[in-house]
């Protein structure tokens, strides 16, 4: 059974500071989502990484993939209050050679960023 | 502007009603996913579709859920009879099928149905 697991589950941070999320998944796979969903609203696609050694940037975020290691990391750069949310990661379940989307997401990670 | 819309946005009901969820996937998306979105839980997938043909609803309660796609611009989640512990948010999802040039498998989601049974 696929299990995908992140830390930490809450994080507080100050503004201007650096902080890396962590993204396990327990089975193949040859891509990996991120998602960021404020309160009370819906998920918003942050990153679509498709292969090992994928990374992508946008603003003060950057997230990667190592397939090999099964571990996604998105890193949080100079952290301002805007970026406060619940961040998800997701992995597509094996059938269908993981284009079919059916997506198993992370607990998430709460992310609060205090002036 | 394409996105997915789900209606009711809000419901409250009393334990033992029917409750029904709409869904209206991106235009050209193929694949349709259902999911509950809960404190204790989180995200768990309850059922999903291709080309209006269910795929998967092995998360779903059976005996009370039931989930629906009439044509190709509409999914229906349906709960009969509802139960407090049914109360989440319910969101639907809308995915580029394998077989499209523009699949990457990222799914696109709504705003969610966010249903209090009481």
């Known amino acids: 059974e696929l299990k995908v697991e992140q830390n930490p589950l809450f994080l507080s941070m100050q503004e201007g500071k650096n902080y890396t999320i962590y993204c396990n998944y327990s089975?193949?796979?040859?891509?990996l989502y991120w998602y960021r969903q404020d309160p009370g609203k819906s998920l918003e696609s942050l990153f679509v990484?498709?292969?090992?050694?994928a990374v992508k940037q946008e603003g003060r975020l950057m997230a990667s993939l190592d397939t090999k290691a099964r571990l996604s990391t998105l890193h949080i750069t100079a952290a301002v209050h805007d970026l406060s949310a619940t961040y998800f990661c997701?992995?597509?379940?094996?059938?269908?050679?993981?284009?079919?989307?059916?997506?198993?997401f992370g607990k998430g990670t709460k992310l609060s960023v205090k002036p | 502007d394409a996105r997915v819309t789900q209606t009711p946005r809000h419901k409250v009901t009393e334990m033992g009603q029917e409750v029904t969820m709409r869904c209206q996937p991106i235009?050209?998306?193929?694949?349709v996913f259902w999911y509950r979105q809960t404190m204790m839980q989180g995200l768990e997938l309850l059922a999903y579709?291709?080309?209006?043909?269910?795929?998967?609803d092995s998360g779903m309660p059976k005996d009370r859920f039931s989930a629906e796609m009439p044509d190709a611009t509409l999914a229906t989640l349906k709960i009969q009879p509802s139960e407090p512990r049914d109360s989440a948010v319910y969101f639907c999802?809308?995915?580029?099928?394998?077989?499209?040039?523009?699949?990457?498998?990222?799914?696109?989601f709504g705003e969610g149905s966010r249903l209090t049974v009481l």
């Open positions: 999802a809308s995915g580029w099928g394998r077989d499209s040039p523009w699949n990457t498998g990222e799914l696109f």
């Open positions: 089975t193949t796979s040859d891509r």
């Open positions: 990484l498709l292969s090992n050694g």
């Open positions: 997701a992995v597509p379940r094996g059938d269908y050679g993981g284009s079919q989307g059916n997506l198993i």
């Open positions: 235009l050209g998306h193929n694949t």
């Open positions: 579709f291709r080309n209006r043909a269910p795929l998967d």
